[in-house]
């Protein structure tokens, strides 16, 4: 996977995953350690899955230009978020505050 950087919010993120391809966007975060968690970026995605993931998310739902749509906070594992209309990225953050 790619990295890049991202400024969502007025805050940086800096080494983002960009997850593109199918096997990409299929296997996310699910089953990564959290220590070895890292900040994923979905692209062409409006509804997300915390199924087989270790550890708590914030997420954001970003349109075509990148700005955020809407917010969750704290998403725990086995989780379902549907479809944000005007999504059209998904940024997954790890929550340190578990």
């Known amino acids: 996977m790619k990295k890049t950087d991202l400024i969502i919010d007025n805050k940086e993120y800096k080494d ?7 096997f990409e966007r299929f296997k996310g975060l699910m089953f990564v350690p959290e220590q070895k968690s890292f900040n994923l970026l979905i692209k062409k995605c409006n509804s997300i899955h915390t199924c087989f993931m270790k550890f708590n998310i914030d997420v954001y739902c970003l349109d075509k230009d990148f700005n955020v749509v809407k917010k969750y906070t704290n998403v725990k594992p086995f989780r379902f978020i549907l479809p944000v209309k005007n999504t059209y990225h998904i940024l997954e953050i790890p929550n340190d505050n578990v």
């Open 16 to 22: 983002v995953y960009v997850a593109e391809s199918f």
